[in-house]
């Protein structure tokens, strides 16, 4: 066996690695180098700096596992991974203390203005009052994101007699109860918090989280801290709210495009930044390296490694019957994530029909994996989808049933959250994913990977034709509709497809038009 190690990692993972095959460490190769010499080896080890790319893939004939030395798979393409056979893992647990030292460490130097006095003392100024700080006692900390990260920061800043404050909708209120943490809404945690740390992935829902219109609500003796993603908050709007005296510091270790030398934000003396160092530390680095060796040698025995971060394998027997129902099941999980409103705390999955009398483990792995990709630094799969989430104290129980009355087959998903339920079934017709229901309302959605606006309203004439208008004024164009209702001239939802997502304007003009309940824009 071979293993090429294509970016650094600990020196003590090196070694673990050569206890299960021979070991090359060639580092800074360009994408054509990798893909030259790829088809030699059984195992990669990268970092965030290789590419690990379709054509990397399909020229790595001897591949069995990719791992990543760190929590992010970004730069690997793990479906082409996955088609392939190909087992990807990482090492999602071996930086969490690192990463929330280093958002510890931030929140103090910019409390007490560390790297602005160093740099004055150093060019020979004594203006020490110039720098007075604030102590982190008694203030409020708000944590966006209660993962792993978020719940270290949160003990530590405990330790600091600091008040918690949390926004994380995918966490229950009992968990938090137990950890001590008060949920709130996103503007109450603007509104309340003296410090703001963000531990949330980047995605779809995450991206510009933080932007302008959030950093309008915030107190200005506020300070930022970002050791999560580049990209969930706005740099232009940051900057200039601190330049404005609306937010009075920031600290940045993550960026939205990295490397980066020259950022709008290294223009402002009152924001820290810092190379993503977060996870940076010896031990870190050390841990991470033993973790992704440990896998790479599970692996190659033909066992399963920890952390596999691609879809499971599905055995022969229930792949021809269970095996369609995985992109419904995801689907139905990311729709639910984007409907459901309150505090998450229960999950009730039914399975009706033929699949029902086969194992539907992959296909919870894939409806929690719905639920949570947009907020959970792990990925899930059907080794930890339980134990993920049973970590931010969701309850999920199952039923099956062999008899579907309206379909061949059908999965439902119910959430429960601390302001009712939200339902979402689906099934698979025409080898195609549909969406059959949505809480009271039955459908039929295709999840085409567009835009979708959902309209809760009362049936009555010409409210149609006035949303139609809405759009058609704004050059949006309308590629599919669904109407359901409960009764003539009761209420109803409209799902309607859309090629562009609905602006803020539009949303509120159609908010205005009488008998429109809610709009919601979801992208599926």
């Known amino acids: 066996m071979k293993v090429l190690v294509a970016d650094p990692i600990a020196q003590e993972g090196i070694e673990a690695l ?3 095959a021979e070991v090359d460490v060639r580092l800074g190769m360009s ?5 030259a010499i790829i088809s030699e080896y ?4 990268v970092r965030s700096d290789t590419q690990v790319s379709k054509e990397v893939i399909e020229a790595g004939e001897k591949l069995q596992v990719i791992a990543r030395a760190g929590v992010g798979v970004d730069n690997i393409d793990v479906e082409a991974a996955t088609r392939k056979g190909i087992v990807v893992v990482n090492a999602p647990s071996g930086n969490i203390i690192s990463a929330a030292e280093h958002t510890i460490a931030l929140m103090l130097a910019m409390a007490r203005h560390i790297p602005q006095a160093n740099a004055v003392l150093r060019s020979g100024q004594w203006r020490r009052h110039d720098f007075i700080g604030v102590e982190v006692r008694g203030k409020t900390l708000g944590i966006i994101g209660l993962g792993n990260v978020g719940t270290e920061v949160m003990r530590r800043a405990k330790g600091l007699e600091m008040r918690i404050v949390a926004h994380d909708p995918f966490v229950s209120l009992e968990y938090a109860g137990t950890l001590g943490v008060e949920l709130v809404s996103l503007d109450e945690l603007l509104r309340q918090s003296d410090f703001i740390t963000l531990h949330t992935p980047l995605s779809e829902l995450t991206k510009g989280l933080i932007g302008a219109k959030e950093l309008a609500k915030v107190k200005p003796t506020v300070c930022l801290i970002n050791c999560a993603r580049g990209g969930i908050i706005d740099e232009q709007a940051l900057f200039e709210a601190v330049e404005k005296g609306k937010v009075a510091a920031a600290a940045i270790d993550v960026f939205a495009e990295e490397p980066v030398t020259e950022s709008v934000l290294f223009q402002s003396d009152r924001i820290i930044v810092t190379p993503h160092l977060a996870a940076s530390t010896a031990e870190a ?7 992704v060796a440990e896998q790479i040698g599970a692996a190659l025995r033909g066992q399963p490694p920890r952390y596999a971060v691609n879809v499971p394998f599905i055995p022969p027997e229930t792949v021809a019957v269970v095996g369609p129902f ?6 139905i999980g ?7 409103k309150g505090q998450m705390s229960a999950i009730s999955i039914k399975y009706e029909g033929e699949i029902a009398n086969h194992d539907t483990a992959v296909l919870k792995a894939a409806i929690i994996g719905g ?8 990925r899930v799969t059907l080794v930890n989808a339980h134990l993920i989430a049973q970590r931010r104290g969701l309850k999920i129980t199952e039923h099956k049933d062999s008899i579907c009355e309206n379909y061949g087959n059908l999965v439902t998903v119910e959430v429960r959250t601390s302001v009712g339920q939200t339902t979402v079934a689906g099934t698979v017709m025409r080898g195609e994913p549909h969406i059959v229901r949505v809480d009271d309302y039955w459908i039929d959605v295709v999840p085409s990977g567009g835009y979708f606006l959902f309209s809760d309203h009362r049936d009555r004439p010409g409210l149609i034709g006035t949303v139609g208008i809405i759009l058609g004024q704004a050059d949006i164009n309308i590629s599919s509709m669904q109407v359901s209702r409960l009764e003539p001239r009761g209420q109803a939802l409209m799902v309607l497809g859309l090629d562009e997502p609905v602006g803020e304007e539009q949303r509120e003009q159609l908010l205005a038009i009488p008998d429109i309940y809610t709009i919601k824009m979801v992208k599926l």
Do not use: F, K, M, N
Not at 42 to 45: E, H, I, M
Not at 326 to 331: I, K
């Open 326 to 331: 995985l992109g419904v099941s995801q689907h």
């Open 31 to 35: 994408p054509d180098e990798l893909i």
């Open 334 to 340: 990311r729709l639910l994530t984007q409907l459901a």
């Open 285 to 291: 680095q050390t841990t991470v390296a033993l973790d």
């Open 371 to 378: 639920l949570l990709e947009t907020i959970s630094e792990e």
């Open 18 to 20: 050569r206890a299960h």
């Open 42 to 45: 059984d195992a990669l080890v």
